[in-house]
């Protein structure tokens, strides 16, 4: 919580979803891969902030975060010091690109979100002027009616034009 208080409140949600299924596990290895992740926090806001100056507090912790628990949290995946090389061998230009990429899900679904609430909008707007052109229609067909229904016969028969008059 310490390490990554910069990080929206989302953004630490989403960091969630990928630690806590890991315990419990009764996996050494795991248990292990929970303890690299832990351990390699600092080193690695170290490195992206060594990298990229200009970076904001709370991006070098998404960045990092997200980067250690994509490598190390999973057994077997990558060591600390394999991830360790890794990160040492990207550049400003990579950690950006891969920093804009992650940011670009939650760009991409509020825009999606906004997409979806106006075709539901447009939905709602098409059904409700469908249903309007419908009831003009009955109320029409009501007013100007030539035939009716008469329930005593069973069949239809022709109305009177004026003061409409049941034939029951």
Do not use: H
Not at 55 to 78: F, H, T
Not at 119 to 124: A, H, N, Q
Not at 133 to 160: D, H, L, Y
């Amino acid at each position: 919580g310490k390490l990554t208080a910069a990080m929206a409140p989302e953004d630490k949600v989403n960091l969630l979803s990928y630690i806590v299924p890991r315990f419990g596990s009764g996996d050494t290895a795991q248990d292990k891969a929970l303890e690299a992740f832990v351990s390699g926090l600092k080193p690695t806001f170290a490195v992206i902030r060594s990298k990229c100056p200009a970076m904001d507090e709370s991006d070098v912790q998404l960045l990092g975060s997200e980067l250690l628990a994509s490598e190390v949290l999973k057994p077997g995946r990558s060591t600390r010091e394999e991830f360790a090389v890794w990160l040492g061998a990207l550049n400003e230009v990579d950690l950006e690109f891969i920093l804009t990429k992650r940011k670009s899900f939650k760009t991409d679904a509020k825009e999606d979100l906004v997409k979806f609430k106006d075709d539901r909008e447009g939905e709602k707007k098409r059904v409700e002027e469908r249903r309007e052109k419908i009831q003009e229609q009955v109320t029409a067909a009501r007013e100007n009616r030539s035939v009716i229904f008469n329930p005593r016969t069973g069949k239809m028969e022709e109305a009177e034009k004026e003061g409409f008059k049941l034939p029951f």
